[in-house]
């Protein structure tokens, strides 16, 4: 069964400090594709990274950086000198490679509220 | 830049009423998708398309149907709203590709109120 959990429910940090959000994630196939997305106060989902599963290699662009280990199933995201435009609710997500046109569905995690005091 | 927009920010409605709910993406996606989002329940699908006129259940899809007549446009119909239906709606499109799973973006989303 698949399966994503974030198990910090919230993070509260104050500005500049580094902070990680854990993603752990179940699933049999050996193909799949992970996920981050940003929730602002505002509401509007923002997508922010994929991977595949056969790409290893850690990814990083500006402050943000993500670290996918596979042997430990986590893709884990982190953010470094943070700042108060970085609260957010951050979910991940799971996809296994989609085998018919009807399987596109995504596995959410149930999200991660970082807080960022000035 | 993908554009996914949704009819309304706000909404309030009253038990019984029909209910629609229109989302338009001008990125050619072939898929769509509706979900909501409730404290504490995170984000559950309720129903999504792969092509027009296609539709398939998600986890939640009890007291919605869907319509996709053209491919830009998805609509979720709440047949009869319920106070229990009272949360935020997403709508979210994404291409689709032989055997890739490609990520998805959502429009600002719809908080519906039924009183």
């Known amino acids: 069964a698949q399966k994503v959990t974030q198990a910090q429910t919230e993070i509260s940090v104050v500005e500049k400090e580094d902070v990680t959000l854990d993603c752990v994630y179940e699933?049999?196939?050996?193909?799949?594709?992970l996920f981050w997305y940003k929730q602002p106060p505002s509401g509007e989902l923002v997508f922010l990274i994929r991977?595949?599963?056969?790409d290893e290699q850690n990814e990083i662009s500006g402050r943000y950086s993500w670290n996918f280990q596979k042997s430990t199933s986590s893709f884990n995201f982190t953010i470094t000198a943070s700042q108060v435009v970085d609260s957010a609710v951050y979910f991940c997500?799971?996809?296994?490679?989609?085998?018919?046109?009807?399987?596109?569905?995504?596995?959410w995690g149930a999200g991660t509220k970082l807080i960022i005091k000035p | 830049d993908v554009k996914v927009t949704q009819s309304s920010r706000y909404l309030v409605k009253r038990t019984g009423e029909k209910v629609f709910l229109e989302c338009v993406q001008d990125?050619?996606?072939?898929?769509m998708f509706w979900y909501r989002q409730d404290p504490g329940l995170g984000l559950r699908l309720i129903y999504f398309?792969?092509?027009?006129?296609?539709?398939e259940k998600g986890d939640i899809p009890e007291g919605y149907s869907v319509s996709r007549e053209k491919k830009e446009r998805f609509s979720l119909i709440l047949e009869s709203a319920s106070t229990n239906q009272t949360s935020m709606y997403l709508c979210?499109?994404?291409?689709?590709?032989?055997?890739?799973?490609?990520?998805?973006?959502f429009g600002p989303g719809t908080r519906l109120t039924v009183t």
């Open positions: 979210a499109s994404s291409e689709t590709g032989t055997g890739d799973s490609y990520e998805q973006y």
């Open positions: 990125m050619d996606h072939e898929n």
């Open positions: 398309s792969y092509d027009v006129k296609m539709k």
């Open positions: 699933t049999r196939d050996t193909t799949y594709y």
């Open positions: 991977r595949n599963s056969f």
């Open positions: 997500a799971l996809s296994e490679a989609p085998i018919m046109d009807s399987n596109y569905q995504l596995i």
